[in-house]
């Protein structure tokens, strides 16, 4: 069965009604419907289907269903540009997407009346009718966030940016983290009853989106709220009135208002958040990075395209490139295929061209009439194919100025995909994880072609490259413009992971080279010389696939080379490039069979895998195509010639859609990219990009990182109260349970030196810095292990994976445990949760002899303690006891997981304390002989830091900091 193309939505009294439409097989295809609980089914009987009193709006596609903090939402195309054509098929980029609640009929109803008034005054404005849809949309089209609005002051259609020179509508030229930063209060008119900052606050604290004390502290939620909101004819000119403290807003609605339509608790803090959550995921579909394609499957090379049509294309498609795979779940499992819509992220474009020889001479011109080094982004593709029209037209009925024989018509196109794993932005996703899967991985496939994509008479040649982040454990703070670059894990750990990628990409691709192109000096050399060294060791013991295959390996220093502009020395590497491009060549399809199969892939990095990288792979597909023409005896000079600038505005556009999906700004070096000519001006533009690429990282980033890992199913709805909490989001892409377990199982291998002490159980445990401390400045991650004689507390080096010093404490020393309210900051609600911030004190005698604490002087940046922990040591001495802190960490409960049910941070620390006590007394009884009541141990239960002493420890300096984090962010 066919995908829909086009269906009509509307809301019923039982829920949304989705009616395919404007098909030739549309009597074949059947309504479904989606209760307001969000449960997908046939409608077996459309008793609305002409009931012309119910509002609809159409809609080109589905993307899924978003459900967060208890509420549904549909997402649906409603805005899309056509921006190439594959062997006839349509490719289309979503321009705007629609958030359509379902909550009840009538917010439905209201969202769906809006989005149609939008989309109708939008295509009055450029001259079509009401139902004219198959015009391409190039505006952002409506959703819950943006149609649904009071009207705005609308921009121009179209500017150029002043700093990347781009040519486009207004409103498309922001990156994801910038709207969310700049737009983030405007919700629009049905937002304004549910989801405005009027709305959503009773006190100003309130006003940035987050939740307040007050909010999160109420555990009753009402499960529906009938509330009004603005009319149709409300001033829309009229700034929102933000209320003073206490205050509230006639008619507002508050986060605990919200309708919910699931059953289940809610976390308010997730419902305080859920204005920008909605807001980024509007935000992030209507960002032109989004492709799809309703007959050609765009997850794969050209080469590799099923041909069974009876199989349907989301089963084609390669779940690493499937974007919406998790939100279209839904719609999977009700077996409705026809609305299961499959989207890429990454970049499609095309650029027709043709080529004729001149009459005498050897070298062929180049007819690219619309093609000039001031192009900045490419046309639509139906603006391109009327212009070709139009200049093809008048070009005849010109004197020629030379007899041209042998005219040939050419299409080139570029497909990027984007992975799935370890997706998202720049400094929040870097280097590798426990999948061997890196950072800013994307697949670029070069095709060229006849316009007819008749294989009979010409071929189709396909050029793959790839990229993707350093395969190592690696980091850099986002807070520095020339960050340092932090490694962690042993030599052996990150071995295991390189060997896992390249293994991967040899099953995928067969041979491999690598071409890494950061600094051999500077804050890059480090992780550059450890690269160059996994690459030796893998090759040294028995290559990618363990049976010899090697890996090939050019590390070129791009910044000295091409140093003072002249990034023409590209070609140094070229040169190197070239016996391996040469072997493994490209695909040629000709006859309808592959003649020809591209046997190896060129991997090519630097830092980010943008700027330098983007130069790189342009001049190599730059090569392949000359090679490719000249196959077929037309020599093309894409260096020089500037009627062939259209080949570098093609890979500039698609470097900087890369660029901006992953650090938010265009990328740097594009004019070089775009004329083959680097210029001060722009440098100085490279200098603006890189200020607000630094802006995103530090502002920005982290929140639209927790939206991407929530919608590709990488955590659950509670990263958004972990957000909130640190106004930061984890790597939810690293396994931080085996990296623990690995941690704990080192530890023992290194502190148990009795051969007859088995290790009982370990856990890995927050503790203050300094011993003999309840609360210091900073928290780290420690290891507890317990034997049948002893507990060990170790402190590591996390980066180099070893035992930074150890503490062994016999059991027959352990004087009591306590256990309770462990809370270490009020600054947000999760930090403040009794049920979530527990822990437990160890009270034990200090040995007197031996050395109290053991140190491992090789462990990197071990040193000596601090000043503080000195005193201590030396104070407990001379003091009858010690005792040591342990909080219990989160469960990771936004980690997915399948039939497992974490334990709550209460239960964890009652079962330490229980197991501690257990093995304890059985060693003291075991010591003394005897079972005295005075020996035995029992857990008092006993508040660490009660909520009441938290706030009085905490300081007016950090409260100030965190509000101020928070009303930046």
């Not at 060294?533 to 010899?548: C, F, S, Y």
């Amino acid at each position: 069965m066919p995908l829909v193309r086009k269906l009509l939505i509307f809301a019923a009294v039982d829920g949304l009604v989705l009616q395919p439409r404007s098909h030739p097989q549309a009597q074949q295809q059947q309504a479904i419907g989606i209760d307001y609980k969000g449960n997908v089914g046939p409608l077996l009987n459309n008793d609305h289907e002409d009931d012309d009193t119910l509002s609809s709006f159409e809609a080109h596609g589905v993307v899924g269903l978003l459900t967060v903090a208890t509420s549904v939402f549909l997402i649906s195309i409603c805005g899309r540009e056509q921006v190439a054509q594959i062997r006839g098929k349509p490719i289309y980029k979503i321009t705007g997407v629609a958030l359509i609640p379902l909550a009840s009929q009538a917010e439905a109803d209201k969202a769906i009346t809006s989005t149609r008034e939008h989309l109708h005054r939008h295509n009055k404005g450029r001259g079509t009718g009401e139902n004219d849809t198959d015009s391409e949309n190039e505006d952002e089209a409506s959703s819950i966030t943006d149609s649904l609005v009071e009207e705005m002051p609308r921009s121009p259609t179209e500017v150029k940016d002043p700093v990347t020179g781009q040519r486009g509508p207004a409103d498309k030229r922001s990156s994801v983290a910038e709207d969310v930063m700049q737009k983030k209060g405007v919700y629009g008119r049905f937002a304004d009853r549910w989801f405005s900052r009027k709305g959503w606050s009773a006190e100003s604290r309130r006003t940035q989106g987050l939740s307040s004390e007050e909010d999160l502290a109420a555990k009753n939620v009402p499960k529906n709220v009938d509330s009004t909101g603005p009319t149709e004819d409300a001033d829309a000119s009229t700034p929102d009135k933000l209320p003073s403290d206490g205050e509230t807003t006639p008619g507002s609605v508050k986060p605990e208002d919200i309708p919910r339509v699931l059953e289940g608790e809610q976390d308010a803090t997730t419902v305080a958040l859920l204005p920008r959550v909605i807001q980024t995921t509007k935000m992030y579909f209507s960002s032109g990075n989004f492709f799809y394609s309703y007959d050609y499957d765009l997850s794969h090379a050209i080469a590799n395209q099923s041909t069974n049509a009876s199989i349907p294309l989301f089963k084609q498609y390669d779940p690493l490139f499937f974007w919406n795979q998790h939100i279209v779940t839904p719609f999977i499992e009700a077996g409705q295929n026809s609305f299961v819509l499959p989207v890429i992220q990454g970049f499609v474009g095309q650029r027709p061209f043709t080529l004729k020889i001149a009459d005498g001479k050897t070298d062929s011109l180049v007819v690219d009439k619309d093609a000039t080094p001031d192009d900045i982004q490419l046309q639509s593709w139906h603006e391109k194919q009327e212009k070709e029209d139009t200049a093809a037209a008048e070009s005849d009925r010109e004197e020629p100025a030379a007899a041209l024989v042998d005219g040939k018509d050419f299409l080139l196109t570029l497909v990027s995909r984007r992975s799935i794993k370890r997706a998202g932005l720049r400094y929040l996703r870097r280097g590798i994880d426990d999948e061997g899967r890196t950072a800013n991985t994307v697949e670029t496939e070069q095709i060229l072609s006849p316009p007819s994509w008749n294989t009979s008479q010409d071929k189709i040649f396909s050029f793959t490259q790839l990229r993707g982040s350093i395969p190592l454990f690696f980091s850099q703070s986002p807070y520095s413009l020339k960050p340092q670059v932090s490694t962690w894990g042993s030599f052996e750990t990150n071995g295991q992971a390189f060997k896992r990628h390249f293994n991967d990409l040899a099953m995928r691709y067969s041979e491999v080279y690598v071409a890494s192109l950061i600094d051999k000096h500077g804050t890059e050399a480090k992780i550059g010389e450890l690269y160059e060294q996994h690459a030796k060791d893998l090759n040294d013991h028995g290559g990618i696939n363990g049976k010899g295959k090697q890996l090939g390996f050019e590390w070129f220093d791009f910044h000295n080379v091409c140093r003072g502009m002249h990034f023409e020395n590209v070609s140094k590497l070229m040169d190197t490039l070239g016996p391996f491009l040469e072997s493994t060549g490209w695909t040629e399809i000709s006859n309808d069979s592959i003649a020809h199969k591209q046997s190896g892939i060129l991997r090519t990095n630097c830092m980010d895998c943008l700027d330098r990288t983007n130069v790189v792979q342009s001049a190599t597909a730059r090569s392949a195509l000359e090679q490719q023409l000249s196959a077929g005896s037309y020599t093309i000079d894409l260096q020089t010639d500037p009627s062939t600038s259209w080949f570098n505005i093609l890979w500039a556009d698609n470097g900087d859609n890369i660029s901006r999906q992953y650090a938010g700004t265009a990328a740097l070096k594009g004019d070089f990219t775009r004329t083959r000519k680097r210029q001060i001006t722009g440098a100085l533009t490279d200098f603006g990009l890189t200020l607000t690429r630094y802006y995103n990282n530090i502002v920005n980033d982290y929140f639209a990182q927790a939206v991407i890992d929530y919608l590709l199913g990488r955590a659950t709805e509670t990263i958004f109260a972990e957000f909130e909490a640190d106004m930061k989001s984890s790597d939810y892409f690293i396994d931080v349970r085996k990296v623990r377990q690995a941690a704990i199982e080192r530890c023992a291998a290194r502190v148990i030196e009795d051969q007859d002490e088995d290790l009982i159980h370990g856990w890995t445990l927050s503790v203050p810095t300094s011993a003999n401390h309840v609360k210091t400045a900073t928290f780290e991650e420690a290891v507890l292990l317990l034997t049948e004689k002893a507990l060990y507390f170790c402190r590591l080096d996390w980066g180099t994976e070893k035992v930074r010093e150890f503490e062994h404490v016999a059991l027959e020393n352990v004087q009591g445990l306590m256990h309770g309210v462990y809370i270490t900051s009020t600054l947000a609600q999760r930090h403040m949760d009794a049920e979530k911030n527990v822990g437990f004190v160890i009270r034990y005698r200090a040995d007197a002899q031996g050395e109290l604490i053991r140190r491992n002087t090789r462990a990197l940046d071990s040193g000596a303690a601090n000043d503080e922990q000195k005193k201590d040591e030396k104070k407990a001495k001379l003091e009858e006891g010690r005792f040591l802190a342990f909080k219990a960490l989160p469960p990771r409960t936004s980690v997915p997981t399948e039939g497992e049910k974490a334990e709550s941070e209460g239960e964890v620390v009652k079962s330490i304390c229980e197991e501690i006590i257990r093995v304890a007394n059985k060693a003291k009884k075991t010591a003394s002989g005897t079972e005295s009541e005075d020996r035995i141990l029992e857990v008092e239960d006993k508040d660490i830091i009660s909520l009441a002493n938290a706030k009085k420890s905490t300081g007016y300096l950090e409260q100030i900091g965190y509000s101020l984090k928070k009303l930046v962010w």
